[in-house]
């Protein structure tokens, strides 16, 4: 069925989403943070599935919490809805502008969960409705670890924060579209298992 719906609730947030890998890129988001919405409509669109999100953090601690979390339950509805992986392409890459921004991002839907991401290194600056470079890092890295997959994000040009969060949530959305396509019978594996 390559769908999940889960409900995820701590002291600090509550998410509730829909994930549907084989589209159409619809859903109603909203997170309370509406730079968030602004990129799940984004991961959306340009992943082309299925995608609603509820959600509700302690925004008046810091979009923190809230972020950490919608990556969290997303990586986690994602690894439901691939099942085992049985007939997925397992690789995607994107390379996505955004003016003077270039992002690339490359997954493999691996099994094992690595994010290779440093914001030290990227040298982004400033924040874009409220969210800076570390919260991109601790979305993707609950994404990882939940979606248990491998993740290398490139900043190749660009500094400024709202240019490369959002040329980083289209990238990661081309990717990861093209990595969970049914393009054999098999398991993209020598070892038999993701």
Known sequence: MRRASLERRTAETWVRLALDLEGPPAGRITTGLPFLDHMLL????????????????????????????????????????LGEGEGVERYGEATVPMDETLVQVVVDLSGRSHLAFAPEELRVE???????????????????????????????AGREAHHVIEATFKALARALHQATRLTRNDLPSTKGTL
């Open 126 to 156: 400033g924040s874009a409705g409220g969210m800076n470079a570390y919260h991109l890092r601790e979305f993707l890295r609950g994404l990882c670890n939940h979606a248990a997959l491998t993740l290398h994000v490139r900043l190749l």
């Open 42 to 81: 984004a991961l959306q669109r340009h992943g082309r599935f299925g995608l609603s999100v509820e959600a509700q953090g302690d925004l008046a601690v810091d979009v923190h919490h809230l972020v950490e979390d919608v990556g969290i339950t997303l990586g986690m509805a994602l690894k439901r809805a």
